[in-house]
């Protein structure tokens, strides 16, 4: 069925009821799965690294070896800054005997002190299955904390503090992140409508939107095999309410159009649906054919956020394609209420430009110098590119919260009065034959303080030596040494030496993660290009477009970069850029999608330059409506207390922002005003011969508003 049969379908006097009938069973059924999403959340993948990566071969040698590698390990810090006192160790002793009942092998091992006499550790791995052990952090939290002498402090860190401390930080924080997001899209939507009950339609939808797409979610993680982590979830649930709202924003606008050109509402909105359906699927496959193209990174929780946000993609193109039109069209006229649009039959002999009069007037100033106005914002979007260099790549460990908790303040204390790799050592596992040589070859190697006596494997197979680092573990020094240190260990005849770590896991990470720059952001280019020839049916245009959002990218990471410097979160975590350089390409294409499709179809009526300049006039308002609800969606990522998160939002919210006041609305029109039709090579509008007496001039006022 064409666009044309199916708007009219949809529009329909008895479908709409029927569409409605059908989303209310559809809401009904998907409403008690979408609650049971977290049921399936693995967030293991989180931290995860390809099976061929050698941090991950010599965690699995280690786990068959050392069965007790996969326990968490709780590190309980004590130290007082002027000397420990005899009651300091009493509690020290206190907590040793405690802690027994929850160690592996009911033993935990005698106190590590520090070299100035400041500090005590107790290191155990935490006995049973990983349920048991989880419960085991509250109580070995507990008893660090109550009783100690005035002046003691204590943390607890290790991988138990760590996993306690994401555990606390995100209790909650799905609802909190969905209040946030609802709160700012209510908010935005009674200042766009100025009407007290049309902005409920569109949140309600976008609501069932991702309902819909968290229960086929979790049937898809349950039955199908679909990695989903807390990461990919809350990003799900911002994606779904910024899209979605984004679609009702075009399509309510046009709406509201046609309604002033038809007496009957169903009418209008067949012709609203048919104007908008191609923009609304042309975005989806856009966003959504680039989210897959995730799935060719090897880096586990950057492969897995694909095909979770392509779901809720495509939730939101069905929900506001079918559910929202028919809610409109069956409430009436009266949802617009006080800004009621009337039928009128002289429309297009009217001037009714005080609907677009601010972008009427933009369109006007773009029309009369493009080449100054492209050439200008490219220079302003290339100066505000510069804020990258306040940017690196690589956060440590220790800032991913956004606020200090125990096992950052436990690593400060451990670094404070230890040698520096002490929280971190590098793990070696060898053959049992090449120890020797394996453990010379690693206290060779600069950048090494000290190397512990090898560790036998229960078979007699292996051994694992761990190596002490003299710098701290999570900078660029410990990753050179990890480097020297694989090298030397690898040229070891016989040894089979693998090396690993949390300084190991953060070398191939990087490793990895430039390696997905490398293939995934040409294939996320590449896809985009291509559905961009198809949609406009030019190659020309498409190459502008990207290169338009390209250029937006790089401005949006040199802003976000200011705003990251000065919130004290400059480092970013490494899958970032791949993952924001998908949003801003994908969604910073949408607004241009938008303005092209509608200066496509008018200019096909009225030639290029008039088409191009009544499409930036008449989508002027709904467009940028819809990019700061989008950018304020994300923007919501902030209340998150994971500097990932956060950063997340801000990239992505300064991208959209100068992608819909700057790139939409200056570069894009400027620039295929300068090359004229030319824009549309090869298609049938570069080919067609312009009309004398409008091909090149700005349309009259009544003219932009038809």
């Known amino acids: 069925m064409s666009r044309h049969g199916l708007a009219g379908v949809l529009s329909g006097r008895r479908a709409v009821y029927a569409v409605l009938a059908l989303w209310v069973a559809v809401a009904a059924l998907m409403g008690p799965l979408a609650l049971r ?9 989180l931290g995860a690294l390809p099976a061929g990566a050698e941090t991950s071969r010599a965690a699995e040698r280690a786990a068959a070896a050392f069965p007790e590698s996969d326990a968490l390990i709780a590190v309980a810090v004590y130290v007082r800054e002027t000397g420990l006192t005899p009651a300091d160790r009493a509690k020290v002793d206190r907590d040793r005997t405690a802690f027994a009942r929850y160690a592996e092998g009911g033993r935990v091992p ?91 339609i569109p949140l309600l939808t976008a609501g069932v939107a991702g309902q819909l797409a968290s229960a086929v979610v979790y049937l898809l993680a349950r039955y199908g095999g679909l990695v989903v982590d807390f990461q990919s979830q809350n990003i799900l649930t911002v994606l779904v309410f910024g899209i979605g709202v984004d679609y009702a924003l075009l399509l309510v606008a ?10 009957d509402r169903h009418a209008a909105m067949a012709v609203a649906l048919r104007r908008c359906l191609p923009a609304m699927c042309a975005s989806a496959a856009t966003v959504a054919a680039g989210l897959l193209c995730l799935l060719a990174a090897e880096l586990p929780s950057t492969r897995g956020l694909g095909p979770v946000c392509a779901v809720g993609v495509a939730a939101a193109l069905v929900a506001m394609s079918t559910l929202l039109p028919a809610v409109l069209v069956i409430c009436g006229r009266w949802l617009f209420w006080p800004f009621v649009p009337r039928y009128s039959p002289d429309l297009a002999d009217r001037d009714v430009t005080a609907d677009h009069g601010v972008w009427a007037r933009i369109a006007h100033a773009v029309g009369r110098r493009p080449r100054v106005t492209w050439v200008g914002t490219a220079l302003a979007l290339g100066v505000l590119a510069l804020g990258m260099t306040t940017l690196s790549v690589g956060l440590p460990g220790n800032e991913y919260f956004t606020r200090e908790v125990g096992s950052v303040t436990g690593q400060r204390l451990i670094a404070a009065h230890y040698p520096a790799g002490t929280t971190a050592p590098v793990e070696i596992l060898a053959a049992a034959e090449a120890a020797g040589p394996v453990a010379d070859a690693t206290r060779a190697v600069e950048g090494v303080a000290a190397v512990a006596e090898p560790e036998r494997s229960a078979d007699g197979r292996w051994v694992r030596l761990r190596a002490t680092l003299t710098t701290d573990p999570t900078g660029d020094a410990a990753l050179a040494t990890v ?21 190991a896991y953060e070398l191939d990470t990087a490793e990895i993660t430039n390696r997905d720059l490398r293939v995934v952001m040409p294939l996320i280019l590449a896809v985009v290009l291509l559905i961009l020839v198809v949609l406009l049916r030019a190659l020309v245009a498409p190459l502008l477009l990207m290169a338009s959002v390209v250029l937006s990218y790089l401005a949006a990471l040199g802003g976000a970069g200011l705003i990251l410097d000065l919130m004290g979160h400059p480092r970013l975590w490494v899958g970032l850029p791949l993952q924001t350089f998908l949003f801003l390409v994908a969604l910073g294409v949408d607004y241009t999608i938008f303005l092209m499709t509608r200066a496509r179809e008018e200019a096909a009526a009225l030639g290029h330059a ?97």
């Open 610 to 706: 008039p088409g191009v300049l009544r499409a930036l006039t008449v989508t002027g308002g709904v467009i940028t409506s819809a990019g700061v609800v989008l950018a304020a969606t994300f923007g919501a990522l902030c209340v998150l207390p994971l500097v990932p998160s956060v950063q997340t939002g801000v990239i992505v919210a300064v991208g959209v922002l100068i992608d819909t006041f700057l790139v939409r609305s200056l570069l894009v029109p400027a620039l295929a005003l300068h090359l004229g039709r030319a824009t549309w090579w090869p298609g049938r509008l570069f080919r067609r011969a312009p009309a004398p007496a409008v091909a090149n001039a700005v349309p009259s006022m009544s003219d932009r508003m038809r």
């Open 110 to 200: 005698p106190p590590m002190p520090s070299a100035d006499g400041r500090a005590l550790l107790l290191s155990f791995p935490l006995a049973g299955t990983d349920e048991e052990q989880s419960d085991a952090i509250g109580p070995v939290k507990e008893r660090l904390s109550s009783g100690a002498p005035e002046g003691l402090q204590t943390a607890l860190t290790g991988s138990a503090g760590a996993d306690s401390d994401l555990f606390d930080a995100f209790a909650g924080m799905d609802l909190t992140l969905l209040l946030a997001t609802v709160a700012t899209v209510t908010l935005l939507l009674l200042i766009t409508y100025r009407s007290p009950v049309l902005w409920l």
């Open 37 to 45: 999403l977290t049921e399936v959340q693995n967030n293991d993948s």
């Open 254 to 263: 046009r709406y509201r159009e046609e309604l002033r050109r038809h007496a």
């Open 483 to 503: 480097s020297r240190i694989r090298a030397a260990v690898h040229a070891v005849p016989g040894a089979d030496a693998l090396v690993g770590g949390d300084t």
